[in-house]
């Protein structure tokens, strides 16, 4: 069973301030992406990555796929009470056994950024 | 184009009664999948449905069960309801997960 380890689990900033999220595995990801939750809602898609070393930018996010395509980091800078939800990464594995078809969520980062 | 669209929005049971859920998939989509998450954390994957056919589900009894339509609809059984089967249930579409999901807004159940 292949597990994606996310962290920091909370964090709470201020406004302007820049931060890092990070998820991790010991298995090699097909594709990882990332996701925001606001309360009330479903998961909505950010970004996907598929090649190592991968480099994405939305806006004031910065998301990059580690070389060896087993971690992944998303970087936001200055950070706007907008930013405020449950951030999500999610990585597909190879087709086969129980990863097959299917995506494995972190357990997410809650942020939380004051005005 | 319409989303994901998931009802009822809110389902309340009582423990050891029988929930149905249900989903209808963005146009085009022919996977749907069902994610439990408890506690407003992380997604728990519980079944994925393609072409009619249940393709893969995850660590759950067999009380949760599914089914997909013809039209690629699908919903969510849970027999024997338990208090710790309160969460919102999520469905997402995909015409490939490898390169993400769409999700709906999600039902959530309570169990009393």
């Known amino acids: 069973t292949q597990l994606l380890e996310q962290s920091p689990q909370f964090l709470s900033i201020q406004e302007g301030e820049n931060l890092t999220v990070y998820c991790n595995s010991s298995s090699v990801f097909s594709s990882l992406q990332w996701y925001r939750q606001e309360p009330g809602e479903g998961p909505v898609l950010l970004v996907t990555v598929v090649t190592g070393g991968e480099v994405k930018k939305l806006k004031r996010l910065t998301f990059q796929f580690g070389d060896a395509r087993k971690d992944s980091s998303l970087h936001i800078t200055a950070a706007q009470p907008g930013d405020t939800g449950l951030y999500l990464c999610?990585?597909?594995?190879?087709?086969?056994?129980?990863?097959?078809?299917?995506?494995?969520f972190g357990q997410g980062t809650i942020l939380t950024v004051h005005p | 184009e319409a989303g994901v669209t998931q009802s009822p929005t809110h389902l309340i049971k009582t423990r050891g009664q029988q929930a149905t859920l249900r989903c209808s998939p963005i146009?085009?989509?022919?996977?749907v999948y069902w994610y439990q998450q408890a506690l407003g954390l992380g997604l728990q994957f519980l079944l994925w449905y393609d072409e009619g056919e249940e393709r893969n589900r995850g660590n759950f009894p067999p009380r949760f069960s599914g089914r997909q339509f013809p039209n690629y609809s699908s919903e969510l059984n849970v027999n024997a309801l338990e208090l710790e089967d309160s969460a919102l249930y999520l469905c997402?579409?995909?015409?490939?997960?490898?390169?993400?999901?769409?999700f709906g807004s999600g039902t959530r159940l309570t169990v009393v």
């Open positions: 146009s085009g989509h022919t996977s």
């Open positions: 999610a990585g597909a594995w190879d087709a086969g056994g129980t990863s097959y078809g299917k995506l494995t």
């Open positions: 997402a579409s995909s015409w490939t997960g490898m390169y993400g999901y769409t």
